[in-house]
C-alpha cells in the first residue's frame, strides 16, 4: 500500500474482461540449446487490443500449457481493463479447453503478495523510527556532556 499504491484485495471475477490472445509463433528447432523469446502476447477483447508483456502461465499447469500447444488452442486471459490499478496482472489463464491458472489461486497470490509489500514496509519505516530515534538521543546525549557543569 505504501509502495505498491496498489489494491490490497483481488476485483471480482465478474469485474474482469477476458481477452483471446493471438498464438505465439513456433520457434525453429535448435538442437539441445534452449529456446525462448520476449513474450509479448497480443490480446483483443472487441476493439480494445492490449500488449502481455507478463506471462499468463506463470506457476501453472505446465502439461496443460503443452497440450494445449500442441492443440493449437487460442490462451485465454482475465485481467483487469486498461487503466487499472491492478495494471497488467492476469488473474486466470486457459489455453484451448485447459485452465491453467485458476481465479482462486492467483488471487490469493496477488493479496498475499500486496500483503507482503505492506509488511516490508511496515518493517522499514519502524527500523528507520528506531534508528532515527537512537541518533536523536546520541546526539542529545553528546550535548548534555559538552555542557559546562555549575559546580
Not at 493479496?111 to 541518533?135: D, K, M, P, Y
Request: with cysteine; net charge positive; hydrophobic share 35%.
Amino acid at each position: 500500500m505504501l509502495l505498491a499504491r496498489l489494491p490490497v484485495n483481488a476485483p471480482p471475477f465478474q469485474s474482469l474482461t477476458e481477452y483471446v490472445c493471438d498464438p505465439l509463433p513456433w520457434l525453429p528447432s535448435l538442437g539441445n540449446r534452449f529456446q525462448s523469446y520476449r513474450l509479448n502476447l497480443r490480446c483483443r477483447a472487441g476493439d480494445q487490443v492490449i500488449f502481455q508483456r507478463q506471462s499468463p502461465f506463470t506457476g501453472t499447469n505446465s502439461s496443460g500449457v503443452y497440450a494445449c500447444n500442441r492443440e493449437g488452442g487460442l490462451t485465454r486471459i482475465w485481467r483487469a481493463a486498461r487503466a487499472s490499478d491492478y495494471g497488467a496482472y492476469v488473474f486466470q489463464s486457459t489455453c484451448g479447453d485447459h485452465l491453467i491458472a485458476p481465479y482462486q489461486n492467483r488471487a490469493a497470490t496477488y493479496e498475499s503478495t500486496q500483503r507482503f509489500v505492506i509488511a516490508v514496509a511496515c518493517i522499514v519505516i519502524l527500523v528507520s523510527g528506531i534508528g532515527l530515534i537512537r541518533h536523536i538521543s546520541r546526539l542529545f546525549r553528546t550535548q548534555l556532556d559538552k555542557t559546562p557543569s555549575c559546580s
